[in-house]
């Protein structure tokens, strides 16, 4: 088993004034995988405040991150940017991954421009802010999370077929 943080970026969402639909989606998915997330929260799309609360969080040992919004192309899209800036390495095949996936249902996909990365021995995800799109997404993704999350931790049995 292992730990979850849910992070939604919205502005909207953390004045009060939007339903984090997607959030509830992702927490609906993990769910039925059998994770129960274990931090949750709403920032606004400020790149300081979300690395912040990434870095608190991975610091603290959660195994995986994911956020919702903010990895498109408007002025405060800067999900991505405050991601890369605390990550010690970029894992590329989630985002080519989600990507791929959503292409088949608008060629808007292209326009994401969400990234995954570790940090320590955390691996974090941003996802869309559509809750139709998260779940896409986390279709893409979701098999192969065990065992990312088993190798981050240094837990994976040899990945390589004889």
């Given amino acids: 088993m292992f730990t979850v943080g849910v992070l939604t ?26 994770v129960q997330n274990t931090n949750y929260e709403i920032v606004p799309d400020e790149r300081e405040s979300i ?13 995986l991150i994911l956020t919702t919004g903010g990895t498109g192309l408007a002025p405060r899209d800067v ?3 405050a991601t890369l800036d605390i990550v010690d390495r970029i894992v590329p095949g989630f ?6 996936q959503s292409l088949e249902y608008t060629p808007l996909a292209m326009l994401s421009r969400a990234v995954a990365g570790i940090r320590g021995r955390t691996l974090i995800i941003n996802l869309p802010g559509s809750p139709k ?7 893409a993704i979701l098999p192969a ?12 049995a040899e990945c390589a077929q004889s």
């Avoid at 690395?51 to 195994?63: F, M, N, T, Y």
């Fill in 51 to 63: 690395s912040d609360r990434l870095k608190e969080w991975a610091d603290e040992g959660v195994d």
């Fill in 9 to 34: 970026v919205s502005d909207k969402g953390s004045r009060g004034e939007r339903v984090d639909e997607s959030g509830k989606v992702i927490q609906q998915c993990l769910a039925s995988l059998g």
């Fill in 95 to 100: 985002g080519e991954a989600m990507r791929a």
């Fill in 145 to 156: 999370l065990p065992h990312a999350l088993e190798t981050v931790r240094g837990q994976a």
């Fill in 79 to 81: 999900t991505p940017e």
């Fill in 133 to 139: 799109a998260v779940k896409e997404c986390l279709g």
